[in-house]
């Protein structure tokens, strides 16, 4: 399925969305600034996001070329309907731009365009049952790992389908009863341009199935099931460097084709008026053939206390695994802290994050017995309402990342030892360890 067609679909039916409901209600009037637009059922939402600051490492690759100035603009919209009625819409698009004001000699201008877009139609939301297709597609531009590269194009696209079953009339958690969900989808991921750095372009089939009994008010037991299809380009050759890729050549990939099934148990419930928690704990079943394979156990568990109306506090764990061309696999467990509030005044939040990976066999270098990171990251914005429409504020970022790899090197180097011979191997793995800094003024616009 060629890119050009992938995007145009959503497009065309966004369209027909508007066109459909302007000539058949006509466009209300406006509302106060910052609560959108009405036009017949459909409420526009327009925004414009820009930040203006630097960033200590753009490639986050560890270099030392200094910081660059930076321009982010994100004009999006978003069209919606109530959520009660026969048919309800969801759908948005967005454009962002980063532009680099300084570039330190020795890199490339990284200067590149993102697009998002996506579109989801639901029928019946109020009904026993509903049926919901959506599309959603991004075109990213992410830095390139190499200073002298240019920005590497990533298209991705997922089209997905849901059915569902409320006997009760909704799927909403206060309601008594059961409800049950199916939904498949299909997405791809594509990267080209790189200079040389080939990542493994990937297609996922996913299938969903969710059974929800609610036995008490906002207390619910829940039942998942997942299954996946994951299909590498195959290809015998690997150039780059970073997670899904590797260096050199004649490596053939071994993992092209995979299908993790996961089984999850759990539920949610009030604890008290403030604190609401919810977990589901669950097994994995998935063979790479001869290649190890990560751990079955897989678990997401999360905590909101609500300090007040405007302040929480909110917990997440996440415990799970991801394929990659290079490495097979990826597993990883998530911790996550966040405190937000809010008033007439000003918006404010701060987030706290820190994932330890362990790898899997490293295809690109079989001699690689064990690959481990650890990235952590702090984020902390605050907004002031200037006016209607109108927030301003600051927004910094903190990451790093830290490595290590093991192998089985002879005294030489060579490559050649047994088992008494492992030691450190960061020159047989290439771990990009690095510390970022990113500080922007902000100023967002609501329509």
């Not at 015998?236 to 890729?245: I, K, R």
């Not at 060579?414 to 088992?419: F, I, L, T």
């Not at 771990?431 to 990113?438: A, K, L, S, V, W």
Request: aromatic share 10%; proline share 4%; with cysteine.
């Amino acid at each position: 399925m060629g890119s050009s067609l992938v995007i145009a679909s959503p497009m065309r039916l966004l369209c027909l969305v508007l066109v459909v409901a302007a000539t058949v209600s006509g466009a209300g009037p406006a509302l106060a600034a910052g609560e959108g637009l009405r036009v017949g059922a459909l409420k526009v939402d327009a925004r414009l996001g820009t930040e203006f600051g630097f960033n200590s490492d753009v490639q986050a690759n560890g270099g030392s070329g200094g910081s660059v100035a930076q321009l982010n603009i994100r004009p999006s919209l978003n069209l919606s309907t109530p959520a009660s009625g026969l048919m309800q819409v969801n759908a948005g698009a967005g454009l962002g731009w980063r532009q680099y004001l300084l570039v330190p000699d020795g890199q490339k201008d990284q200067t590149a365009p993102d697009f998002g877009g996506i579109f989801a139609l639901r029928f019946n939301p109020g009904g026993a049952f509903s049926f919901t297709p959506s599309d959603q597609i991004r075109v990213s531009s992410p830095p390139n790992p190499a200073p002298t590269g240019g920005p590497i194009t990533a298209v991705s696209n997922e089209a997905a389908a849901e059915f569902g079953f409320h006997p009760g009339g909704s799927a909403s958690k206060a309601r008594l009863g059961f409800s049950a969900l199916a939904k498949a989808s299909y997405g791809f991921l594509q990267y080209s341009n790189g200079d040389g750095y080939d990542f493994r372009d990937k297609a996922v089939g996913k299938g969903r199935g969710e059974i929800r009994y609610n036995f008490l008010p906002r207390t619910a037991a829940t039942f998942v099931a997942t299954v996946e299809n994951n299909i590498f380009e195959q290809a015998t050759t690997l150039a780059g460097v970073g997670e899904g890729s590797g260096e050199g050549s004649g490596v053939a990939l071994t993992n092209i084709d995979t299908t993790p099934i996961r089984l999850f148990a759990g539920g949610e419930t009030l604890l008290s008026a403030q604190l609401e928690v919810g977990a589901e704990l669950g097994t994995a079943i998935v063979d790479y053939g001869s290649l190890d394979k990560p751990s079955a156990f897989v678990a997401n568990a999360h905590a909101t206390y609500y300090l007040t109306r405007r302040n929480t506090l909110s917990f997440e764990y996440l415990r799970d695994f991801a394929d990659t061309a290079r490495y097979s696999w990826v597993q990883y467990d998530r911790l996550g802290v966040k405190y937000a509030t809010s008033d007439q005044l000003f918006d404010a939040s701060a987030r706290v994050a820190a994932s330890f990976r362990n790898f899997g066999p490293d295809q690109q270098d079989p001699l690689v017995t064990e690959t481990t990171d650890v990235i952590a990251s702090a984020e902390g914005r605050i907004g002031f309402k200037v006016a209607k429409g109108v927030l301003a504020g600051f927004k910094y970022v903190f990451e790093t990342r830290a490595g290590s790899a093991t192998g089985v090197v002879d005294a030489d180097g060579a490559g050649v030892g047994d088992s008494t011979d492992i030691v450190s191997a960061s020159d047989l793995t290439k771990i990009n360890e690095f510390t970022r800094h990113q500080a922007y003024f902000t100023v967002d616009l609501k329509y």
